[in-house]
């Protein structure tokens, strides 16, 4: 158990709809990333939020969206859902800004988009 | 560009023998390198890690090794056990900009008992 939660495990939705995954970070986590795992891909970087400001942006899509509540737990919302958007959507967290501490993932949350 | 490549997707090897899982990159200014081991249904794990001031980072039975002149890096295994069976990732960071990692796409290693 890495410490770091996800929610929901599984969500299975339709085009053109809104869903919003959340993330938990370990105890004293400062720093929550969101990465995106299309089938056979690589986890590649949408955000970064430190302490509640975005720090960093990656390949993330306008119809995307996060942000990072002052209880330090962060959702990422996905809008206009094409088929394209299903994938494994991955939260990790570390104590610092530095994405080289970066040892604790989710569980993840498979997106289904049908 | 993906700028970290995997090359092999899946391997297999015996039971006790050495796993090799390798890397590429063509980032130069990658200085930071992770490997993270990926089970089903669960996030990755970090592993092991070596920064560029480094050719061998050492953690029990798991090896890196780093070539920066090729920009290659290696983890090693010895001995595989059954248990090492999972999807492997590296993952690369570089000393300025984003501070995100940036992924390969994986090599599945299963270990046959």
């Known amino acids: 158990d890495s410490g770091v939660t996800q929610t929901p495990k599984h969500l299975i939705t339709a085009t053109g709809q809104r869903v919003t995954l959340r993330c938990s970070p370990r105890?004293?986590?400062?720093?929550v990333y969101w990465y995106q795992q299309s089938l056979d891909q690589g986890l590649q970087f949408l955000i970064q939020y430190y302490n509640g400001e975005e720090r960093a942006k990656g390949n993330i899509l306008e119809r995307f969206s996060a942000q990072q509540f002052p209880d330090l737990h962060s959702e990422l919302n996905l809008s206009s859902l094409e088929l394209g958007d299903s994938a494994l959507y991955f939260c990790a967290s570390s104590p610092s800004g530095s994405g080289r501490a970066m040892g604790f993932f989710g569980p993840g949350t498979r997106l289904t988009v049908l | 560009d993906q700028q970290v490549k995997q090359n092999s997707p899946s391997l297999s090897v015996q039971e006790g023998r050495i796993s090799i899982l390798n890397c590429d990159y063509t980032?130069?200014?990658?200085?930071?390198f992770l490997w993270y081991k990926k089970y089903p249904a669960e996030g990755p794990t970090f592993l092991i890690s070596i920064s560029s001031i480094k050719d061998k980072n050492e953690d029990g039975r798991f090896t890196v090794f780093l070539n920066k002149s090729a920009k290659h890096l290696s983890l090693h295994i010895v001995p595989s056990q059954p248990g090492d069976s999972a999807v492997y990732f590296c993952?690369?960071?570089?000393?300025?900009?984003?501070?995100?990692?940036?992924f390969g796409t994986g090599t599945r290693l299963t270990v046959i008992p």
């Open positions: 993952a690369a960071s570089a000393r300025t900009g984003a501070n995100n990692l940036f």
């Open positions: 105890s004293g986590d400062l720093s």
């Open positions: 980032n130069s200014m990658f200085d930071y």
